[in-house]
């Protein structure tokens, strides 16, 4: 595929597939990280209005690769029928001795959730993209410890206590979107490339 120039072939996007956020959702993500950050962690926060819930990571694509990516998560979407999300409590990966990602967690009906994303997986494997060998744990990131730091064990316990008691938002799941994360010094910027939107379940 030539770029707009035409040039020669245009280098891969960074794509993976996700759910938007509420705004309920996203305060919710702010208050989160409002809470964490009183207990002075080494961590890079993520910007709110830039946060998703990511259903499956593709990594580097073939930009030409998007018109037939589009069309098998519409087919996926149509599949299922719309359901609503809660902004649950928050936790680290991989554990609280080694912690390097701050999450926030949902609840309600996962095992739609679930469905979906073993959907989208199976779908994308048969367009010749590998499996996810990790299982899927939805999350919603609000930061990530800084390279080389260690945060104090006393201070992320308390850190995790803070936002568990802050009130769960709602997340409606209505759509499916392909998006492109361009990374640079300001952070990733995020570009929605189809949104495909889920339908009655039949």
């Given at each position: 595929?030539?770029?707009?120039?035409?040039?020669?072939?245009?280098?891969?996007?960074?794509?993976?597939?996700?759910?938007?956020?509420?705004?309920?959702?996203?305060?919710?993500?702010?208050?989160?990280?409002?809470?964490?950050?009183?207990?002075?962690?080494?961590?890079?926060?993520?910007?709110?209005?830039?946060?998703?819930?990511?259903?499956?990571?593709?990594?580097?694509?073939?930009?030409?690769?998007?018109?037939a990516l589009a069309g098998s998560l519409a087919t996926i979407a149509a599949a299922h029928r719309p359901f609503l999300l809660w902004t649950g409590p928050a936790g680290v990966f991989p554990s609280p001795r080694r912690p390097r990602v701050l999450w926030l967690g949902v609840n309600g009906p996962t095992d739609c959730l679930d469905d979906l994303q073993q959907d989208v997986e199976?779908?994308?494997?048969?367009?010749?993209?590998?499996?996810?060998?990790?299982?899927?744990?939805?999350?919603?990131?609000?930061?990530?410890?800084?390279?080389?730091?260690?945060?104090?064990?006393?201070?992320?316990?308390?850190?995790?206590?803070?936002?568990?008691?802050?009130?769960?938002?709602?997340?409606?799941?209505?759509?499916?979107?392909?998006?492109?994360?361009?990374?640079?010094?300001?952070?990733?910027?995020?570009?929605?490339?189809?949104?495909?939107?889920?339908?009655?379940?039949?």
């Amino acid at each position: 595929m030539e770029d707009e120039r035409g040039v020669g072939p245009q280098e891969p996007w960074r794509l993976f597939v996700a759910i938007d956020l509420s705004e309920e959702a996203r305060g919710a993500l702010a208050e989160a990280q409002s809470a964490c950050r009183r207990c002075d962690l080494p961590v890079r926060w993520v910007d709110p209005q830039g946060a998703h819930l990511t259903v499956k990571f593709l990594g580097a694509v073939e930009p030409d690769r998007v018109e037939a990516l589009a069309g098998s998560l519409a087919t996926i979407a149509a599949a299922h029928r719309p359901f609503l999300l809660w902004t649950g409590p928050a936790g680290v990966f991989p554990s609280p001795r080694r912690p390097r990602v701050l999450w926030l967690g949902v609840n309600g009906p996962t095992d739609c959730l679930d469905d979906l994303q073993q959907d989208v997986e199976f779908a994308l494997h048969g367009l010749g993209f590998p499996l996810e060998g990790r299982p899927f744990r939805p999350h919603l990131t609000l930061g990530r410890v800084r390279d080389g730091a260690a945060p104090d064990a006393a201070g992320l316990a308390r850190a995790l206590e803070e936002a568990r008691h802050l009130a769960p938002a709602p997340l409606p799941v209505r759509d499916l979107l392909l998006m492109r994360s361009e990374l640079g010094r300001g952070g990733p910027r995020y570009t929605t490339l189809a949104v495909a939107r889920l339908g009655d379940g039949r």
